[in-house]
């Protein structure tokens, strides 16, 4: 159990300190070291992410990549939940668990942008985002998993339907805490905020994407790469 300052203090450093390490697990650096004995910064678009994978090396090295990713912000999430709830009797109904478990997935993200292993330099962070949600809030990765393929359907372009989803993501956080789980207001703002701060850094990590969109020269899905 919580017993003062100090513990809770322990618990932010959990929920900030080992998130962050298993960011910094980097499978799209991993994989195409491991299975190409290449980094994939080096090639395409130069970023640590999925869909650079995929063009890169191909479907499997992309699937391991998003399994990994995924992978590592259920873990990152997961743990900070088990963490508060071993010390505080039903605490993931506290705003301070709420708090810690936003936080987990806050530095998860950072993790993955910024991994300590790789010289700090990631990618941008969709896959393990989409992680910390299944963690999070499971069913909300239902309308954003809609809004992700109909946007890709529609526009062909991996980034734009990755922003759309991150606008989405504490509008929905928003409305499934106040009208489906009918959540204290505390918590209801607290949701909304924590969703909201992982959304807006996954929007900015997009910059470069965003102003190639607004040029119409972002790559769209299964076009061709130029010879």
Known sequence: MFTDQ????LYVLFCAVIPYLLGSLSFSIIVSRLLFHKDI???GSHNAGMTNVLRTFGKGAAALTIVGDIGKG?????LAKWFFQANLNDAIYYRGAIIGVYLA???AVIGHVYPLYFGFKGGKAVSVATGTIAALEPVLLIPLVVIFFVTLAC???VSLASILCAVAYPVVTFLYQQFFM???????STATVGATVVALLVIWLHRSNIARIRAGTEYKFFQKKDK
């Open 6 to 9: 100090k513990d809770m203090l």
């Open 41 to 43: 910064r080096h090639y």
């Open 74 to 78: 259920v873990v990152a999430v997961l």
């Open 105 to 107: 997935a806050f530095f």
């Open 155 to 157: 526009g062909k372009m």
């Open 182 to 188: 009918h959540a204290p207001a505390s918590h209801v």
